[in-house]
């Protein structure tokens, strides 16, 4: 699984946070500009249809929409306690998932089935992860899949990607947006990361979502998942 150095490299130019809406169907949000950034020992996968370096998107009309910020204190790293949470997700198959994740947030099954999410008391702050589907692609082409979601939404929901990048070790894939939460214009900060097992196809989709000043916290909180995850299946009945 990605080290926890590479979730915080990721993080340090100052990416912002996002909400959990939405997993492989998209986030029913809007894109407004496209960069990328590799981090120390990862490579750039690049965007479909665009050069390394270069935004792989213009909006059709810059949103006047004004976003408010939330001043909330920052959640820190060291205050995070974590355990193992066990849970079923089903789509194609049912996937039986362990992960560690903070201790306090509250488990709530999502519908459609193929997602668990955890929920901070506060609700500022959530993981998602995603299981159920068929092993089949490496992490990398999820993450274009995703990129192809968010490139095809109407700009005025104010979704940027920072970057997206694949360690070359684990094959894992990590995306990193912000964008406007609709529940109360504020603007907010997610990381997404697709999980490869030890053949290089991806096996969970894990999100954390927060705010802007949580970037570190949200990067413990991701490595934390990610490293150790683990799925296995078994036919629906």
Request: neutral net charge.
């Given at each position: ?212 000043q949580d970037e570190s916290a949200l990067a413990d909180i991701l490595d934390h998942a990610s ?11």
């Amino acid at each position: 699984m990605a080290g926890r150095g590479v979730g915080r490299a990721l993080l340090g130019s100052g990416l912002l946070a996002v909400t959990l809406l939405g997993g492989a169907g998209g986030y029913g949000l809007g894109l407004v500009t496209t960069g990328q950034q590799a981090s120390a020992g990862t490579t750039a996968a690049p965007l479909p249809g665009a050069s390394a370096g270069t935004p792989s998107s213009t909006p059709s009309s810059t949103p006047s929409r004004k976003l408010r910020r939330d001043d909330s204190e920052p959640l820190q790293a060291d205050d995070i306690r974590y355990r193992t949470r066990v849970f079923d997700v089903s789509s194609v198959v049912r996937s039986h998932v362990s992960v560690r994740v903070p201790s306090r947030w509250e488990m709530t099954l999502q519908d459609p089935v193929k997602d668990m999410k955890f929920n901070e008391p506060e609700r500022r702050r959530a993981v998602r992860v995603q299981g159920g589907f068929k092993i089949t692609r490496p992490p990398e082409d999820s993450m274009k899949v995703r990129i192809g979601q968010f490139k095809a939404l109407p700009a005025d929901k104010m979704v940027s990607v920072l970057s997206h990048t694949v360690d070359p070790a684990t094959k894992n894939a990590t995306l990193t947006y912000n964008y406007a939460d609709p529940d109360n214009n504020t603007l907010k900060l997610g990381l997404i990361r697709w999980v490869a097992d030890d053949e290089g196809l991806c096996i969970l989709e894990i999100a954390v979502t927060g705010l802007p000043q949580d970037e570190s916290a949200l990067a413990d909180i991701l490595d934390h998942a990610s490293e150790s995850a683990t799925r296995s299946d078994e036919p629906l009945n």
